[in-house]
């Protein structure tokens, strides 16, 4: 509600609301995320193409001003051979091309610094809700702490027909009530797919007691902690009815950073998840990209129709098969605004094998992906060691091939660079000299995942997971 103060020098003074100066602040912010993206990319194009262009142009430059200019290249065969490696490294960045134009459209195109999820609809008779969650049950302590953080959220929240259900592998000890159970999966259930697919294929074939027709089910992973806007989002999404399947963002900083380095890592996520996540559900409706989430919404319905046997890779994505399939099945879906709280990695090795296992069990997703561009982004996680020289030699060095070719790899580099500071302005709190720190420590850290993520890509290779194996060889390894 405005305000209006009188006075005899200044009459009828509007003064803003707090949600109108929220609203203010946000833009504000949003404005300086802008000329930041613009300032990042001019940076990088200036590095790769637009400097190469100046009369002035010196691809490297002598360590002394009295020496002679260095060739930036070297001569002969060897010259030859080393061009032929950037131009191929050139190419092999095109492929982030898909993400790079989403993530920049998504960033620009939507306010991502305004916060609170108004209600949208008639809370009268909101929908009924269940939020999910798998656990294998090795962290008993971790999975009770993680279902009280939730109900105590949802309790506050404008549901009233809710439940929480933890499914797992082995008891971990909650004590029923009303909104809370705690589901076993039986040993001796044994359909055709592992892990957590094994796991959501129970639920559909042996339901818990009073799930309703038409309600909603929201998938978190087991370390996910809901927060009083996603669940205002997930309420709205429910309500509107007009899609099936919704994902939103998920924040992995507010838990508190354990290694600041990893914190900066798991901060350029959300910029995916605003960015080319937001932008595809959003505008197509459908994931062109495959999407990484922490939790979705999806429809009993659809749920029930699209099922969790026909995934034949077990893993981390299951998700994105289940998402898969209801788009070939011609389901809609939507970005759901909100966010909530994810858990970065306790270690670096942890987190070397999380993207492993990401990696490998991506690529059956990107073979059954109905959409090129899915393919396309799959591969360029897969070749990132060859990007590596184009960003080397174009960032440092500034060595040219084809002017098309060094302006667009400038771009997604730019790009990708800014997810990690975007990250950091985005998720960090607001102790100030810690935050500027990291923002101006962000570029740094990029360059250094890069390697980070090469060295996954090798590993995944050189490395089975034994869990993702396609359809399970044999039924006597569950349990």
């Given at each position: 509600m405005t305000r209006r103060r009188s006075s005899f020098l200044l009459p009828n003074v509007h003064v803003p609301s707090q949600n109108e100066a929220a609203d203010l602040a946000s833009i504000g912010k949003h404005i300086g995320h802008l000329v930041l993206i613009i300032f990042f990319v001019y940076v990088f194009e200036n590095r790769f193409a637009i400097g190469i262009l100046r009369d002035t142009y010196q691809p490297l430059s002598p360590p002394d001003p009295y020496d002679e200019p260095v060739p930036a290249t070297p001569s002969g065969p060897a010259g030859a051979i080393f061009?032929?490696?950037?131009?191929?490294?050139?190419?092999?960045?095109?492929?982030?091309?898909?993400?790079?134009?989403?993530?920049?459209?998504?960033?620009?195109?939507?306010?991502?610094?305004?916060?609170?999820?108004?209600?949208?609809?008639?809370?009268?008779?909101p929908p009924a809700v269940t939020f999910r969650s798998f656990t294998r049950g090795y962290n008993a302590e971790l999975t009770c702490e993680v279902a009280r953080k939730n109900l105590e959220v949802l309790g506050n929240s404008a549901l009233q027909n809710y439940?929480?259900?933890?499914?797992?592998?082995?008891?971990?000890?909650?004590?029923?009530?009303s909104n809370l159970l705690e589901r076993v999966v039986p040993r001796d259930f044994r359909p055709n797919v592992l892990n957590r697919a094994r796991a959501l294929q129970y639920c559909l074939e042996e339901p818990s007691e009073n799930v309703g027709a038409n309600e909603w089910i929201v998938h978190l992973d087991e370390n996910v902690v809901l927060t009083d806007e996603a669940v205002q989002g997930i309420v709205?999404?429910?309500?509107?009815?007009?899609?099936?399947?919704?994902?939103?963002?998920?924040s992995y900083t507010n838990g508190g950073q354990n290694n600041w380095v990893i914190s900066i890592v798991d901060a350029a996520k959300i910029a995916d998840d605003l960015g080319q996540t937001r932008f595809q559900f959003k505008i197509f409706h459908q994931p062109l990209l495959i999407w990484k989430g922490s939790w979705y919404v999806t429809?009993?319905?659809?749920?029930?129709?699209?099922?969790?046997?026909?995934?034949?890779?077990?893993?981390?994505?299951?998700?994105?098969?289940?998402?898969?399939?209801?788009?070939?099945?011609h389901y809609t879906f939507d970005f759901v605004d909100g966010e909530v709280w994810g858990h970065s990695a306790a270690t670096l090795g942890e987190q070397i094998q999380q993207r492993k296992r990401a990696l490998q069990a991506s690529l059956t997703i990107a073979l059954s992906h109905n959409h090129p561009l899915g393919t396309v982004q799959h591969w360029a996680s897969r070749l990132v060691p060859l990007t590596?020289?184009?960003?080397?030699?174009?960032?440092?060095?500034?060595?040219?091939?084809?002017?098309?070719?060094?302006?667009?790899?400038?771009?997604?580099?730019a790009i990708r660079a800014y997810g990690y500071t975007f990250g950091v302005l985005r998720s960090f709190s607001n102790d100030m000299p810690f935050k500027a720190l990291a923002a101006l420590a962000s570029p740094l850290v990029f360059v250094a995942d890069l390697f980070l993520e090469s060295a996954v890509c090798v590993l995944a290779v050189i490395a089975k997971d034994p869990n993702i194996q396609g359809r399970r060889k044999s039924r006597a390894s569950i349990g």
């Open positions: 061009m032929a490696v950037l131009f191929v490294s050139r190419l092999a960045t095109l492929l982030w091309l898909p993400q790079a134009i989403f993530n920049f459209c998504g960033l620009v195109m939507f306010n991502s610094f305004k916060r609170g999820v108004a209600p949208k609809f008639n809370t009268i008779d439940r929480v259900e933890v499914i797992t592998d082995m008891p971990v000890g909650i004590e029923r009530n709205n999404f429910c309500s509107s009815g007009k899609h099936h399947f919704g994902a939103g963002a998920t429809s009993s319905i659809v749920e029930k129709q699209v099922g969790y046997d026909k995934i034949i890779a077990s893993g981390a994505s299951e998700d994105q098969y289940f998402a898969t399939i209801a788009n070939r099945l590596v020289p184009s960003l080397i030699f174009g960032l440092f060095w500034s060595v040219p091939t084809i002017f098309l070719l060094d302006f667009l790899a400038g771009f997604i580099f």
